[in-house]
C-alpha cells in the first residue's frame, strides 16, 4: 500500500468532482472528464512528443516530461460543439445554427476542433480552474496542460470533445512542475 498514490487517485476523483459540479451555461453540463494513468500516461506523453515534432511546438515535448513524471492525470474535456441557442455571436458567427454549419473535423488540421461555442469554452475554463483548486487544497503538486489535452483529443481519449486540458498531479518533496525549462 502507497498512501501518497492512494491519496493522489483520491485527489484526482475529487478534481473531477469539482469540473463536475463547477456552474455551466444556462446550467446544461458539456464537460467530460477521465482520470488517466500507468500506460494512457506514456501514450499521452508519447503523442505530445509526436505532436511537438509534427509541430515544431516547444512546449510539447517539455510537458511530456511532466507527464512522465507523473503518477496521475486529470483530463477535462468539453463538447465545444454544443451551442446554447443563444446567437450571442461569441464564436465569431451570426447565429448556432451557422457555428453549428461551420462545425466540422479539424479540416485545417489544428491543434482544436472548432468553431467552437465561446460560452461552452469558458465552463471549459472554470471546470479546470475549479479542478486545479482541489489539488492546491490537498496539496497535491499540479499544472494545467494543453499540451495535454491536445494529446488527449488525438488520441481520442475524450470522446465527442472539441477541447481540452490535461492536469497532471504529483505528490513529492520538490515540486515537478516549478522548475521547467523555458521554451524558445
Given at each position: 500500500?502507497?498512501?501518497?498514490?492512494?491519496?493522489?487517485?483520491i485527489?484526482?476523483?475529487?478534481?473531477?468532482?469539482s469540473?463536475?459540479?463547477a456552474?455551466?451555461?444556462k446550467?446544461?453540463?458539456?464537460?467530460?472528464t477521465?482520470i488517466?494513468?500507468?500506460n494512457d500516461?506514456?501514450?499521452?506523453?508519447d503523442?505530445?512528443?509526436?505532436?511537438?515534432?509534427?509541430?515544431?511546438?516547444p512546449?510539447?515535448p517539455?510537458?511530456a516530461?511532466?507527464?512522465?513524471d507523473?503518477?496521475?492525470?486529470?483530463?477535462?474535456g468539453c463538447k465545444?460543439?454544443?451551442?446554447l441557442?443563444?446567437?450571442?455571436g461569441?464564436?465569431g458567427?451570426?447565429?448556432?445554427?451557422?457555428?453549428?454549419?461551420k462545425?466540422?473535423?479539424?479540416?485545417v488540421?489544428?491543434l482544436?476542433?472548432?468553431?467552437?461555442?465561446?460560452i461552452?469554452?469558458a465552463?471549459l475554463?472554470?471546470?479546470?480552474?475549479s479542478?486545479?483548486k482541489?489539488?492546491?487544497?490537498h496539496n497535491?503538486?499540479?499544472r494545467?496542460?494543453?499540451?495535454a489535452?491536445v494529446a488527449?483529443?488525438?488520441?481520442?481519449?475524450l470522446?465527442?470533445c472539441t477541447?481540452?486540458?490535461?492536469i497532471?498531479?504529483?505528490v513529492t518533496?520538490?515540486?515537478i512542475?516549478?522548475d521547467?525549462?523555458?521554451?524558445?
Amino acid at each position: 500500500m502507497d498512501p501518497e498514490q492512494d491519496a493522489m487517485m483520491i485527489i484526482a476523483s475529487l478534481m473531477a468532482v469539482s469540473a463536475r459540479t463547477a456552474p455551466k451555461g444556462k446550467g446544461v453540463d458539456t464537460i467530460v472528464t477521465r482520470i488517466v494513468t500507468g500506460n494512457d500516461m506514456d501514450r499521452i506523453a508519447d503523442e505530445m512528443i509526436a505532436i511537438g515534432n509534427k509541430t515544431g511546438l516547444p512546449p510539447f515535448p517539455r510537458d511530456a516530461q511532466n507527464i512522465r513524471d507523473s503518477k496521475v492525470c486529470v483530463l477535462i474535456g468539453c463538447k465545444g460543439a454544443e451551442d446554447l441557442g443563444l446567437n450571442c455571436g461569441g464564436c465569431g458567427y451570426q447565429t448556432c445554427k451557422e457555428m453549428r454549419e461551420k462545425a466540422s473535423h479539424n479540416p485545417v488540421q489544428s491543434l482544436f476542433t472548432g468553431p467552437n461555442c465561446v460560452i461552452r469554452m469558458a465552463d471549459l475554463g472554470i471546470a479546470v480552474g475549479s479542478a486545479a483548486k482541489t489539488a492546491q487544497i490537498h496539496n497535491a503538486d499540479n499544472r494545467i496542460l494543453f499540451t495535454a489535452g491536445v494529446a488527449a483529443l488525438s488520441l481520442h481519449l475524450l470522446p465527442d470533445c472539441t477541447c481540452a486540458y490535461g492536469i497532471p498531479l504529483s505528490v513529492t518533496g520538490k515540486n515537478i512542475f516549478f522548475d521547467r525549462r523555458p521554451v524558445t
